[in-house]
């Protein structure tokens, strides 16, 4: 069992920067993922990010690339996600989740952990 905490939310101006922390009470393997996901207003909750929890690796979805940044801390159990140039269409609940997949998914239903979410809202 994997209890996942989120922290970091809050209200920014378009343009600037927040940054989300997830930290895990549990065992993550090698072998797993941990993901951020955001839910707006109306809208399903959709893909963020991911990253490989031994090799580092990182996906992004398209509508985010080159304005968050995912990233782990093993030795603290965390994972991180960077966001600036933040946008009014950013604006969602985020959510930390872990995946006990052997290959990356962008599905939630992929993910066996969730975190109570954290709420980010961008506006002027």
């Known amino acids: 069992q994997v209890q996942l905490v989120e922290s970091g939310g809050g209200l920014v101006q378009p343009g600037g920067s927040l940054r989300l922390a997830c930290v895990a009470a549990g065992t993550i393997y090698s072998n797993d993922f941990m993901g951020w996901f955001r839910q707006g207003p109306g809208k399903e909750r959709e893909f963020v990010a991911a990253i490989n929890w031994r090799l580092g690796k990182t996906w992004y979805t398209d509508s985010v690339k080159g304005r968050f940044r995912i990233s782990r801390d093993n030795a603290d159990n965390a994972v991180y996600l960077q966001m600036n140039n933040l946008k009014l269409e950013d604006t969602a609940v985020y959510y930390c989740?872990?995946?006990?997949?052997?290959?990356?998914?962008?599905?939630?239903?992929?993910?066996?952990?969730w975190g109570q979410g954290t709420q980010v809202t961008v506006s002027s």
């Open positions: 989740a872990l995946s006990k997949s052997e290959y990356i998914n962008y599905q939630p239903a992929s993910y066996n952990y």
